[in-house]
């Protein structure tokens, strides 16, 4: 029954709403062994958080403890015959809130410690990567996609009276959803001026067909000088 127990205990995992971000620092307490064993972990398995040797100056900790014998609980693990069973937290310091809790049953001694750590940093890259792809979609919903024209190209282009280079452009993603008011302007023809309402995860073409200006009435035309 207790190696039932520890096995249901080895694969529980919590992982909080709020995903950890790219590059974020975390402080690893230097006890028992487990501060060489998670930036070893963290560097191998190719976690994306900053190891960071000050408490003041991290984001978040990496806290936990494990049951020692005769009922005791020590933090981590020690060496020697240590612990069979380790629990290990991410925590984010600025809320107190446990973003990732996972128990597991690393077996005695230091190789056992290795293995349970190592664990723990796969998962949380695992997290971290998959939080950031999630993230990565959900923004690139929320942007704007648009490419300019002309005809005749190499104008002029104005969004909202802030000159943005010539036509024609690349497939430009600045522009937030909503309304934009677009001008293009080349020497010989008339300016053309638009107003366009873009909408979130659009891809649009706006197209300028530029005109020449009109001959005023009574102004003939010179032949020759067109």
Not at 111 to 124: D, I, N, P, S, W
Not at 163 to 175: K, S
């Amino acid at each position: 029954m207790k190696q039932i127990l520890l096995f249901a205990a080895a694969v529980l995992a919590v992982w909080g709403q709020e995903p950890v971000r790219y590059g974020a620092r975390v402080y690893i307490p230097p006890m028992d062994g487990i501060w060489s064993q998670a930036r070893t972990a963290f560097r191998i398995i190719g976690v994306p958080m900053e190891v960071v040797g000050n408490r003041a100056a991290a984001e978040y900790e990496v806290t936990g403890e494990a049951p020692a014998s005769r009922g005791l609980r020590i933090p981590f693990v020690g060496s020697g015959a240590g612990p069979e069973v380790v629990n290990l937290r991410l925590k984010k310091l600025s809320t107190g809130e446990v973003v990732l809790a996972k128990t597991f049953e690393a077996g005695k001694g230091k190789q056992g410690m290795r293995r349970g750590v190592e664990g723990f940093a796969t998962e949380l890259e695992r997290r971290i990567r998959e939080g950031g792809a999630r993230r990565a979609i959900e923004a690139k919903a929320v942007v704007t996609a648009v490419r300019f024209t002309s005809q005749p190209a190499n104008a002029e282009l104005e969004v909202d009276g802030m000159y943005w280079g010539v036509t024609p452009t690349a497939e430009l993603t600045r522009l937030k959803p909503g309304t934009h008011v677009i001008a293009v302007k080349k020497s010989g023809y008339q300016r053309w001026e638009r107003t366009v309402e873009l909408a979130a995860g659009e891809t649009r073409l706006v197209n300028a067909e530029l005109e020449k200006p009109v001959a005023a009435a009574g102004q003939g035309r010179i032949s020759g000088l067109e």
